[in-house]
């Protein structure tokens, strides 16, 4: 059974750091291109980061500069690295995992950022 579970979310204060992880299980996250996107209560879900199979990344604008992603294919595991993070960086963020005809989410996990 494929499995990606979030983890890392929290309360933090404006200006905080965050690490968000999404661990795979029943397969290997090295095949697919992950992203991290987001979804904030009345909004639709928004990209935040995207990496690809080949290690090339991309960043919504609002997050550039702030944010890293990244991935372990050895521990099967990729993260998101948020920095200076703004109460409008509070959503739930969800991990996604993509090849050309299949995509799988993750549960997601709360990041609350208060002012």
């Known amino acids: 059974q494929v499995q990606f579970v979030e983890s890392g979310g929290g309360w933090v204060q404006s200006g905080g750091s965050l690490r968000l992880s999404c661990a795979a299980s029943?397969?290997?996250?090295?095949?697919?291109?992950m992203g991290w996107y987001r979804q904030a209560p009345g909004k639709q879900r928004e990209l935040v980061a995207v990496?690809?199979?080949?290690?090339?990344?991309n960043y919504a604008d609002s997050v550039k500069g702030r944010f890293t992603i990244s991935r372990d294919n050895a521990k099967n595991t990729m993260y998101l690295q948020m920095n200076s993070l703004q109460p409008e960086d509070t959503a739930a963020y969800y991990c996604?995992?993509?090849?050309?005809?299949?995509?799988?989410w993750g549960q997601g996990t709360q990041v609350t950022v208060s002012s």
């Open positions: 029943g397969t290997m996250i090295s095949i697919y291109t």
């Open positions: 990496i690809t199979s080949g290690g090339s990344t």
């Open positions: 996604n995992a993509k090849l050309p005809m299949i995509a799988y």
